[in-house]
């Protein structure tokens, strides 16, 4: 296990080095986007045939962008599904592609579903200073894929899927 703080400067050529001196089959990256990439490219310099994992917070269309041939094969949580035929998030993806001229990462769909709770909770309460509590009462709250779950002290719970990087772009995990 290597920790960096990113703020820092981190070496990613020196956590790469640790991270593959205990010859590991994979290498998972808790990290942002950039910082993943980075430890991606200099592992697979490394050890080309070390396999590669990523946190949600990496998978966003920057990590391809920003990784290349590195992140060919990276195994990646989402707390989105890209390919969900529902009607609701594929209206939801429309309604991005027009206005952003861009694909939603989970960024975009976090926050949706977050503005959302927070507009239903002050319509619930019409009170600034209640809105946690109404927040909170609402429970289990329906999102762009499906229900959010708010425990009572406001920590979420929700489907989790796995993609990997495959061609230069994100696909369901097999």
Same mark, same amino acid.
């Given at each position: 296990? *290597?920790?960096?703080?990113? !703020?820092?400067?981190?070496?990613?050529?020196?956590?790469? +080095?640790? /991270? @593959?001196? &205990?010859?590991?089959?994979?290498? $998972?990256?808790?990290?942002?986007?950039?910082?993943?990439? $980075?430890?991606?490219?200099?592992?697979? !310099?490394?050890?080309? #045939? =070390?396999?590669?994992? #990523?946190?949600?917070?990496?998978?966003? *269309?920057?990590?391809? *962008? $920003?990784?290349?041939?590195? @992140? *060919? &094969?990276?195994? =990646?949580?989402?707390?989105?599904?890209?390919?969900?035929?529902?009607?609701?998030?594929?209206?939801?993806?429309?309604?991005?592609?027009?206005?952003?001229?861009?694909?939603?990462?989970? &960024?975009?769909?976090?926050?949706?579903?977050?503005?959302?709770?927070?507009?239903?909770? /002050?319509? +619930?309460?019409?009170?600034?200073?209640?809105?946690?509590?109404?927040? /909170?009462?609402?429970? +289990?709250?329906?999102? =762009?894929? #499906?229900? @959010?779950? $708010?425990?009572?002290?406001?920590?979420?719970?929700? =489907? @989790?899927?796995?993609?990997?990087?495959?061609? #230069?772009?994100?696909?369901?995990?097999?």
């Amino acid at each position: 296990m *290597e920790r960096f703080k990113s !703020t820092e400067d981190p070496d990613h050529a020196a956590i790469a +080095k640790r /991270l @593959v001196n &205990g010859d590991p089959q994979m290498v $998972l990256t808790v990290a942002s986007t950039a910082d993943c990439a $980075l430890i991606a490219q200099r592992v697979k !310099t490394l050890k080309p #045939g =070390v396999r590669m994992a #990523g946190s949600a917070w990496a998978s966003t *269309e920057r990590l391809i *962008e $920003l990784g290349g041939a590195a @992140v *060919e &094969g990276m195994l =990646v949580e989402q707390y989105f599904d890209r390919f969900d035929p529902a009607p609701r998030f594929q209206a939801f993806l429309q309604a991005y592609r027009k206005r952003f001229k861009a694909e939603p990462g989970f &960024g975009a769909v976090l926050a949706h579903d977050a503005a959302s709770m927070v507009i239903a909770g /002050l319509q +619930k309460t019409g009170q600034a200073a209640e809105l946690k509590s109404a927040i /909170l009462g609402l429970g +289990k709250w329906e999102g =762009v894929q #499906g229900p @959010v779950v $708010l425990d009572p002290m406001g920590d979420v719970s929700r =489907v @989790v899927h796995f993609g990997v990087v495959k061609n #230069g772009a994100f696909a369901n995990a097999e």
